[in-house]
């Protein structure tokens, strides 16, 4: 069986041993192996720090922008193989599979076209040199260059490729290198796009290197300089973040991670209405979407008590004509969960939620559109209705990483807002409803509890990409248990790869350096 290589030290290299099977999460085969067992991550993180740094800190923002442009063009030109890669080792359907990739794709292209707004320079400042006293002749102004070390970055198995391009491409373009650690189980999109990219040659030796496998001892040989950008599960986010070495070195850390992300359905909304249609459109979206494996997803569905049981009627109507099986049927909507192991996690989760809510749709009893059912990591669309809202905790706490949400009603928008909250801090929550002063309301209450906030009704529907799409151009992340992290943003994602630094001087000198920089916003 083929086994994947580690890009390191400017070169691929077998790690030892068997290895860990990549499996096709459909019909349980193997399709290849990945080790990254004896690999010298001290000396993969000294190159990149030392031929990929210098080599990109060299190249203008214009100049990076282009590498991206170029890396956009090789991966675009490969998208059919990504496709059936995605189907293979993720269980993706053509949706799914677009959606990891054509995004990665979609955000690569975009920061190369931002990077080339800022033209030629190599600094930024912010604002203008200004005088620090009475006497002008000493002046300050903040100066940033890209971080001198490399950009670790840990990425979740549900999108190997825009986890992996969402922070590189930024990274890039900030000038520094970066070392991908996809998650091993769904690692061979990661690799097959590094390589394809390695083989065209479009990025300066050593501005990307590739860890498939296991994380090993790679953290223990991180430098002041390096920056680590993690996105998976809150309790290895917790073991990132509490490393000694990260601790010890101060080295910064950005972390993504898991969500109880929220829909909020306003008193305003009729059962029928366009609206209501909309609130259901959505959550039949985030359900079937990567069989709801999306940190994004919606998992908690408010509705005013007046309207949650028609609510759940139209749920359940709307969840069981999807079709579940085998991602290489055009009628299947949902295919499989990523690995076999997921799949048990989510039958216990969905059991852990069913002790303090009752489940209202169980697709699990409809069949599987698959030739060998029994092979494959199939979970069907479960929705559970909390038995009571005001006291029910395990839906605020337990974030069930598939096909699964829960419905909870609420008597006041206080009440709504509140229950949001309990979240402890959300990647997104959305809010239907046609009342501009309820929606006023709703975004002044949650935004303080999620990174992304969103208003959806009836005139947004041609535009709405998905309340679980993560847009380039806005921030993702979120406080509190999400991770308390920011990625993206458009330029102002670059801050996290830049060193700030004060700089006091003379005003001629200060001026001439002000105008060789370009800005960002903050
Ligand atoms: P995970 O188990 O936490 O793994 C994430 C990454 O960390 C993988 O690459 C994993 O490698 C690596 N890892 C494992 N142990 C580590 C350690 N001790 N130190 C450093 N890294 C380590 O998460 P997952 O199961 O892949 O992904 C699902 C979770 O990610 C869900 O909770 C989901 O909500 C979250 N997620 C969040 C976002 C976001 O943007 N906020 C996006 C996607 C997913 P191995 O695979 O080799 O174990």
């Given at each position: 069986?083929k086994k994947?290589?580690?890009l390191?030290?400017g ?13 096709d999460?459909t ?6 192996r990945?080790?990254a ?16 740094g ?6 203008s923002f ?19 193989a ?5 189907r293979a ?16 794709i ?14 030629e320079?190599?600094?930024v ?5 200004f ?7 000493l002046?300050?102004m903040?100066?940033?260059?890209p971080?001198?070390g ?11 490729a ?6 590189a ?6 000038g520094?290198?970066v070392?991908a ?9 990661t ?6 990219v ?6 300066p ?14 953290l ?11 996105t998976?599960?809150?309790?290895t ?17 950005n ?10 359905l306003?008193?305003d909304?009729?059962?029928g209405?366009a ?7 959505e ?9 709801g494996q ?8 408010l ?26 049927r ?6 499989p969960l ?22 209202v749709?169980?697709?699990r ?16 669309p479960?929705l ?14 337990v ?13 006041t928008p ?15 929550s ?15 209450a949650?935004?303080?509890y999620?990174?992304r ?19 380039a151009?806005?921030?993702?992340g979120g406080?509190g248990?999400?991770?308390g992290g ?15 630094a ?5 005003e001629?000198?200060?001026r001439?350096l ?5 800005t960002?916003?903050?």
């Amino acid at each position: 069986m083929k086994k994947l290589e580690n890009l390191v030290s400017g070169a691929w290299q077998a790690g030892a041993g068997d290895g860990q099977a990549l499996l096709d999460p459909t019909l349980g085969t193997e399709l290849a192996r990945v080790s990254a067992e004896g690999i010298d991550r001290a000396a993969a993180l000294d190159y990149a720090r030392r031929v990929g740094g210098a080599a990109l800190r060299g190249l203008s923002f214009a100049a990076r922008a282009k590498l991206l442009d170029a890396v956009a063009g090789v991966l675009t030109a490969r998208r059919a193989a990504y496709i059936e890669i995605a189907r293979a080792n993720s269980g993706n359907t053509d949706a799914d599979a677009s959606f990891d990739i054509d995004g990665a794709i979609g955000t690569v292209r975009y920061f190369a076209k931002l990077g080339a707004s800022l033209g030629e320079s190599t600094l930024v400042r912010e604002g203008e040199p200004f005088a620090l006293s009475k006497n002008p002749a000493l002046q300050g102004m903040h100066l940033a260059q890209p971080r001198q070390g490399v950009a670790i970055h840990i990425n979740a198995f549900n999108f190997p490729a825009w986890g992996l391009w969402e922070k590189a491409a930024v990274s890039l373009l900030a000038g520094v290198p970066v070392l991908a650690k996809p998650a091993a189980a769904t690692s061979w999109l990661t690799w097959q796009m590094v390589y394809d990219v390695t083989e065209a040659k479009v990025l300066p030796e050593g501005a990307l290197s590739l860890l498939v496998g296991g994380i090993g001892d790679l953290l223990s040989h991180v430098g002041d300089a390096d920056v680590v950008s993690f996105t998976g599960s809150a309790d290895t986010a917790a073991l990132v973040r509490g490393h000694r070495r990260v601790v010890e070195r101060n080295v910064r850390v950005n972390c993504e991670a898991d969500s109880l992300n929220a829909i909020v359905l306003g008193p305003d909304v009729a059962a029928g209405s366009a609206e209501f249609g909309v609130l259901v459109q959505e959550v039949v979206r985030e359900l079937s979407l990567k069989a709801g494996q999306k940190c994004t997803a919606i998992r908690r569905i408010l509705a005013p008590r007046a309207r949650a049981g028609e609510l759940i009627d139209a749920l359940r109507a709307a969840l069981g004509a999807l079709p579940v099986g085998d991602p290489r049927r055009p009628e299947v909507k949902v295919g499989p969960l990523v690995t076999h192991a997921q799949r048990d996690d989510i039958q216990r989760g969905i059991a852990t939620l069913a002790t303090e809510a009752e489940i209202v749709h169980d697709g699990r009893s409809a069949p599987i559109l698959a030739e060998r059912p029994e092979l494959g990591a199939f979970v069907a669309p479960v929705l559970l209705a909390a038995k009571d809202s005001a006291t029910a905790s395990l839906v605020h706490e337990v974030e069930v990483f598939g096909p699964v949400a829960t419905v909870l009603s609420y008597d006041t928008p206080a009440e709504a807002f509140a229950l949001v909250a309990r979240g402890r801090g959300s990647l997104v929550s959305s809010v239907v409803s046609a009342d501009p002063a309820f929606a006023r309301e709703a975004i002044l209450a949650m935004a303080p509890y999620n990174g992304r906030v969103m208003v959806l009704d009836d005139s947004t529907k041609k535009a709405n990409p998905g309340h679980g799409a993560v847009l380039a151009s806005l921030i993702h992340g979120g406080p509190g248990r999400a991770g308390g992290g920011e990625e993206l943003g458009g330029l102002r994602g670059l801050w996290f790869y830049l060193q700030r630094a004060a700089i006091q001087g003379p005003e001629a000198l200060l001026r001439e350096l002000a105008a060789s920089a370009t800005t960002l916003p903050l």
